[in-house]
């Protein structure tokens, strides 16, 4: 590794498996980002006591307080961001819609996690969706965060069967131990600066025409 580790806030709005395992990965002498601080939405989220144990920062943003204002619930976000000098965002389970005034300031360092291989199945409840939809391969995929929800550039991506008999639960919980494995691998290309965000490139015109 060269140069300081990079200064990792991970957000999240519940129980916080992902988290868990970016915390656990960070622990490595070698790896190149630490997690200095976990921002929670949600005042009782459960992954904040378990940031708390591994003794990281934590600070929760209530959204509610700001109503319908989500630009003024992302600006005391930031705030908190800064505060701590933060280089990255992982989102991780974080159930807010970020505006894009939120992602144009963090472009290309916030990264999120779905549990579907991208882009197919955007949005929730993409277990069930999967199994109504008889697909045979289902997945997570770590992606950079742009203003299209589920839609930035693809850093990570793993597949899993589904199997005869699989329920939703059955399926989560495969998939969720491929999400334990590739968020903490894609912050780390990231943070060393393998993988880059770049905005999309105009269209090359066939040079034949
Ligand atoms: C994960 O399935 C993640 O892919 C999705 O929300 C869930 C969060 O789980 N975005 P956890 O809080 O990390 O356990």
Redesign the pocket.
Known sequence: MTGPKKRVAVL??????????LIEAAQAKDYPAEIVLVVSNQPD???LARAREAAIATAVVDHRPFGKDREAFERALDDELRKHGIEIVC?????RLLTSWFIGRWRGRIL?????LLPEFKGLD?HRRALEAGVKRHG?TVHFVVEETDAGPIVSQQSVPVLQGDTEATL?AR??EI??RI?PEALRLVAEGRVRFAAAQPEIKNPRG
């Open positions: 999240i709005s519940g129980r916080g498996s992902n988290m868990t395992a989220a459960a992954g989102l991780a389970g974080f159930m999120n996690i779905h549990p579907a993409t997570a989560a998939v969720l999400e334990h968020y």
